[in-house]
């Protein structure tokens, strides 16, 4: 948001959550030290009355990006004098992988998708939809990539605690939905969970109306069910109140097509390389609750 504005000729005032502070000082600092003539970029910090004052101070536009609950009420507020908003809200990305995928590269992407930031990604990858045929050797391979992931705040930990407390339990109880429902965790299970942090979780087999599919988790936890075909991962990604982003592994260039035309989020990942859906008119911040 910071970037695109700037690079359009506006001046930004950017305020960060509360919970992550020194980023948005750091970045205001960072600008600042270029000797820019004029204080383009600034930012202010505190709770959410401090983002509520920011969205009645008479800015032109407004760009948020936090939860679906929050953004209505960021909504609402600016509602009451027509301040455009642009909303960047929750997310639970699925990441299809076609039979033909390069699964190396698929499970090297999810890895990180779904454990980096501690899963504190909006644009994570949180659901994992794997053609029935190669279905096996992918959880293999991811299941290498993530079982021995160091945690923790130490130097050479690859990466850290959860940020806001109360998502521990989030975490817990999708795992403990998962589980009770038939799911089956391959790598950790309920004992990762250990608050401030929670290890790496694999989990296969999870009913779609189990909370770990349907909800945002925002942790270091993925959903991994296999589909028949291509097709079948679209319409289950499909199947979520959420619409951020989405992503896809094939060598198929026309597959790659279909799924970027009938996935119904905001951007489509191709292969790991950035491509916008081609559905035409979608938001960046996505549909539905995103």
């Not at 502070?21 to 600042?32: E, H, I, K, Q, S």
């Not at 794997?130 to 990466?159: H, K, M, N, P, W």
């Not at 951020?244 to 790991?272: C, I, M, P, Q, Y």
Request: hydrophobic residues 45%; negative net charge.
């Amino acid at each position: 948001s910071l970037a695109y504005s700037m690079a359009a000729g506006n001046a930004v005032v950017f305020k960060p959550s509360e919970l992550t502070p020194r980023t948005g000082t750091w970045l205001a600092d960072a600008w600042a030290s270029l000797a820019a003539p004029h204080q383009v970029l600034q930012t202010v910090t505190g709770d959410g009355r401090v983002g509520e004052a920011l969205c009645r101070s008479g800015v032109d536009k407004l760009a948020f990006t936090g939860s679906t609950a929050t953004a209505k009420k960021v909504m609402a507020v600016c509602a009451e004098t027509l301040t455009p908003i642009v909303v960047e809200g929750g997310g639970k990305d699925a990441l299809i992988v076609d039979a033909t995928a390069d699964l190396e590269a698929a499970a090297t992407f999810a890895a990180f998708g779904a454990m980096g930031n501690a899963g504190q990604t909006c644009a994570g990858v949180e659901r994992i939809y794997v053609v029935e045929e190669v279905a096996d050797r992918f959880v293999d391979i991811l299941t290498s990539r993530v079982r021995d992931l160091r945690v923790g705040d130490a130097d050479d930990a690859q990466y850290g605690r959860m940020t806001l407390p109360k998502q521990v339990d989030i975490v817990r109880d999708q795992v403990e939905d998962a589980l009770a429902r038939g799911g089956r965790a391959v790598v950790g299970g309920l004992e990762s969970v250990r608050a401030p942090y929670v290890d790496p979780i694999v989990l296969l087999d999870v009913p779609e109306d189990s909370s770990a599919v349907a909800e945002e988790t925002f942790g270091p936890t993925v959903v991994v069910n296999r589909v028949r075909d291509l097709d079948e991962g679209i319409e289950r990604a499909n199947a979520s109140k959420y619409g951020l982003g989405a992503s896809v592994f094939t060598a198929s260039k026309a597959a790659a097509e279909r799924a970027a035309d009938r996935l119904r989020v905001g951007v489509v990942t191709v292969n790991s390389v950035l491509g916008f859906a081609a559905v035409g008119a979608l938001p960046f911040g996505g549909v539905g609750d995103s």
